[in-house]
């Protein structure tokens, strides 16, 4: 999943950046609306974390201008004001959430999985599809009933995999969503965490999962060969 975080403090968006990294978030960050608001129209997100209180283009207009140019990610506000009809206004803007400062990380994180899930068929953390199941919240993996270990990034890459069954995955969509856009477009990463996770995913099973489509890209399928 990747994530465009508009926030001008630099304490909290590096903190927050650096906890959406460690639980397989791919983050782009942005200092002010003008910013954020171009970094969306191109770019692919999963979700947007939009302070309100921001420099140059408040969160309100940013959010109104994305929705009036079709940008239809969801948007997860955040403000520091208690007043409830600010809290209507950001959603009347076209946000899909907000969430109060100061607030809880484990919240934050649960309603991204809340936002991010209606856009899918998925409305539970546990994804189980070709006898793989992966769980958002503890960030653990099985295939038949067998544990597997996955660092973060082969866990963002499965999560997209299993949330695109049957459907050809180019590397542009691949970095789109699991790299942030510091991801080098000439190198070998994709290719070589695609094989680290094959090695994980298929070895000892039967049906080999994770195919390439040459000229194409990957695809996540149980069709036999």
């Known amino acids: 999943m990747r994530v465009l975080l508009v926030e001008d403090d630099t304490k909290i968006s590096s903190a927050l950046a650096r906890g959406l990294k460690t639980e397989a978030y791919a983050v782009d960050v942005a200092g002010d609306g003008k910013t954020g608001e171009e970094l969306a129209k191109i770019n692919e997100y999963d979700i947007i974390i939009l302070d309100i209180m921001l420099p140059k283009q408040d969160g309100w207009e940013t959010c109104t201008k994305l929705r009036k140019d079709n940008i239809t990610t969801p948007i997860l506000m955040l403000t520091a004001l208690d007043d409830v009809s600010d809290r209507i206004k950001g959603l009347d ?3 899909d959430d907000y969430l109060p ?3 809880h990380f484990r919240e934050l994180l649960a ?7 209606r856009r899918t068929e998925s409305r539970s953390a546990v994804l189980e599809l070709f006898g793989v199941t992966l769980d958002v919240n503890t960030h653990t993996a099985q295939r038949d009933g067998k544990t ?6 082969e866990f963002a890459l499965l999560e997209l995999f299993i949330m695109n069954p ?8 691949i970095s789109e969503h699991v790299w942030d856009m510091n991801f080098d477009p000439h190198s070998n990463v994709i290719e070589a965490f695609v094989k680290f996770l094959r090695q994980k995913i298929d070895k000892d099973f039967p049906t080999r999962l994770i195919r390439t489509v040459r000229g194409s890209g990957y695809i996540f ?5």
């Open 148 to 153: 597997i270990r996955l660092s973060a990034k």
């Open 221 to 225: 399928t149980d069709n036999k060969e």
């Open 93 to 95: 803007t076209g946000a």
């Open 111 to 117: 309603r991204i999985r809340a936002l991010t899930r």
């Open 166 to 173: 049957n459907k050809i995955l180019s590397r542009e969509t």
């Open 101 to 103: 400062k100061p607030f």
